[in-house]
Every structure is written in structure tokens, then in C-alpha cells.
């Protein structure tokens, strides 16, 4: 069964629905935690005035900003996600538009970037997503794809040495199960230079990141559980009495909380490209 056929069947929609008011400190919290890593990359792949650029599931402004101020007024940046709730409504410096990444055409390009991160692994038809967002580069131009990877590092807490180390876990285990239940891929991350290969782009390389213990990953971790009490409860896969207790563990500050790798994977299309 392809990605798309097997998250199809499973899909029941994004599990982190952006209509949800922990959202926006969900993208707040990736933003503090993986913007650093991003916008390294994306200097080295020599984002400069006058690119056009396409932000691909966005979630919230600090990619697109970033990229707009870089870009100057000579460049565009065009911001897209299923759900532009978080997203400035007027005033920015950068085109925000409702696409579904899996669904859709491309939007008109070309771009010298394309730029998703956290999205795909959520994307029923991830594949078609990928294939599309190569589609819309422009000959020599760059796709940055960036990833988690829960099944490379599943735990919240790899040092399990208390109850609220295990504790933590064992909600994260809920996580996953949820996520994979939706369609989500939990291995996918470490899929990606093999399927920027297979797409056609050149020069690919890929690293990994992930925090092992920051305030940022605590309160990621909590907006996360607090935005899921409901269906792990559901489920079966915590009970309230638990989800309580992580979350006032986590209100300590003490436990060391971490999130899965993102592996970043980029590419670029060749400049006699034939065609994808
Ligand atoms: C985990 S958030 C990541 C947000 C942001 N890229 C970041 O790294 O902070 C995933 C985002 O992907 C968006 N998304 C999920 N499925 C999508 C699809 N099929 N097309 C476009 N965006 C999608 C969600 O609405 C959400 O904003």
C-alpha cells in the first residue's frame, strides 16, 4: 500500500487542529525551538533579496516574516496552510492563501524556495504533496523539507527514571498512537533525501536536530497534551487522572522534556530538468 492509499484509509483529519486554541502556542513553542535550525538553513541555501518563495503549511508568521524581511520588496513570499487561522489577517509583508498541500495544484510560481516544515508527516498524500511542491521550483531553485521522525526518538523523557519520566512517556506513546491512527507517518522523516532523490532534485543533503530539554519543549508538550486531553482519554490511552498529573509535572519546570528528531532534507531541481 503507497503512503497516500494507507493514510487514507486511517485519516481522519490533522489531529492538531489549528482552530484549537492551544495552537498558537503550539506554533509559538516550534517556532522558539526549531526557527534557529531553519533559518540557518535557509541562509546557507542563500535565501537573498528578490527570491520568490512559497512557505508551505505555515502554521503561524514567524517562517514567512523571516523570509519576507529577506527576501525585501523585490521578492515574494507567499504563505499557504489548510487553515490560516493563525496568520495575520491584512498588513503583512507576505501573500497568505488557503491551499491544501496534498489536494491542490501548486500556486502559480515558479519559486527559488520551497519550504515546508511539520507538515508533510501529517499529509494524507504526501507523495502527490512532494511531487507538487517540486513541480512549482524553478530550475535551480531549492526544496527544504523538514520533518519529524517520532519512530528515531519516541520518548518524552529518555531518561526514565522516576514516575514522571514514565508517566511522560506513556502520554507520548498515546501521541503517537493517535497521530499514526489519523495517517500520520512516524517514520517519515528519515524517508526524506531518498524521496528528494526520487523526485528529481540534485545536490541532496540532510541533517537532524532535536532539543533535549528546554522551556520551550515543556510548554510544546503541554499544549500538545492539553490539545488531546480528549481523544487519548477517548481512546483509552490515558485516563483525565494522568493527563493531570503530566501536566503539573511538566508546571514544575524540573522534567526534562524532548520532542522527536526534525530532519531536515533539501535538494535542488536541476537546471535541464525534464519535466516531473
Ligand atoms: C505542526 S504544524 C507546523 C506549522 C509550521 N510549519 C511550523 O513548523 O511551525 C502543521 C501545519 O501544517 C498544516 N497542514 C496540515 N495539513 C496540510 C495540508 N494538507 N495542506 C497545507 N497545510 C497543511 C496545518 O494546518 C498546520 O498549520
Given amino acids: 500500500m503507497t503512503d497516500e492509499a494507507a493514510a487514507e484509509e486511517g485519516g481522519k483529519g490533522y489531529l492538531l487542529d489549528n482552530r484549537q486554541a492551544e495552537a498558537g502556542e503550539r506554533f509559538a513553542a516550534l517556532a522558539e525551538l526549531f526557527d534557529p535550525v531553519t533559518f540557518r538553513r535557509l541562509r546557507a541555501l542563500g535565501v537573498a533579496d528578490g527570491w520568490h518563495c512559497w512557505e508551505v503549511g505555515a502554521g503561524g508568521p514567524s517562517v514567512p516574516g523571516w523570509l519576507a524581511a529577506r527576501a525585501g520588496a523585490r521578492g515574494r513570499v507567499l504563505a499557504t496552510d489548510l487553515d490560516t487561522s493563525w496568520m495575520p489577517k491584512s498588513g503583512a509583508p507576505y501573500e497568505v492563501l488557503r491551499h491544501d498541500v496534498g489536494a491542490e495544484e501548486p500556486p502559480e510560481g515558479p519559486f527559488d524556495l520551497v519550504h515546508a516544515r511539520l507538515v508533510l508527516v501529517h499529509v494524507a498524500r504526501r507523495e502527490a504533496a512532494l511531487r507538487a511542491m517540486v513541480r512549482a521550483l524553478r530550475p535551480g531553485g531549492w526544496l527544504l523539507v523538514e520533518d519529524a521522525d517520532p519512530a528515531l526518538q519516541p520518548l518524552a523523557c529518555p531518561d526514565e527514571y522516576g514516575p514522571e519520566q514514565r508517566l511522560?512517556?506513556?502520554?507520548?506513546?498515546g501521541f503517537r498512537a493517535l497521530l499514526a491512527e489519523r495517517g500520520a507517518r512516524l517514520d517519515f522523516g528519515r524517508t526524506l533525501p531518498r524521496l528528494l532523490r526520487t523526485a528529481g532534485l540534485a545536490e541532496v543533503e540532510a541533517d537532524a536536530y532535536f532539543p533535549i530539554t528546554s522551556p520551550a519543549g515543556s510548554a510544546l508538550e503541554a499544549a500538545t497534551?492539553?490539545?488531546?486531553?480528549?481523544?487519548?482519554?477517548?481512546?483509552?490511552?490515558?485516563?483525565a487522572e494522568e493527563i493531570q498529573e503530566h501536566l503539573a509535572n511538566l508546571a514544575t519546570g524540573q522534567l526534562d522534556t524532548t520532542t522527536a528528531p526534525l530532519i531536515s532534507a533539501w535538494g535542488r531541481k536541476p537546471s535541464s530538468h525534464d519535466g516531473l
Fill in 225 to 239: 497534551v492539553r490539545q488531546i486531553r480528549d481523544r487519548l482519554i477517548e481512546a483509552g490511552l490515558a485516563t
Fill in 168 to 173: 511522560a512517556n506513556r502520554v507520548r506513546r
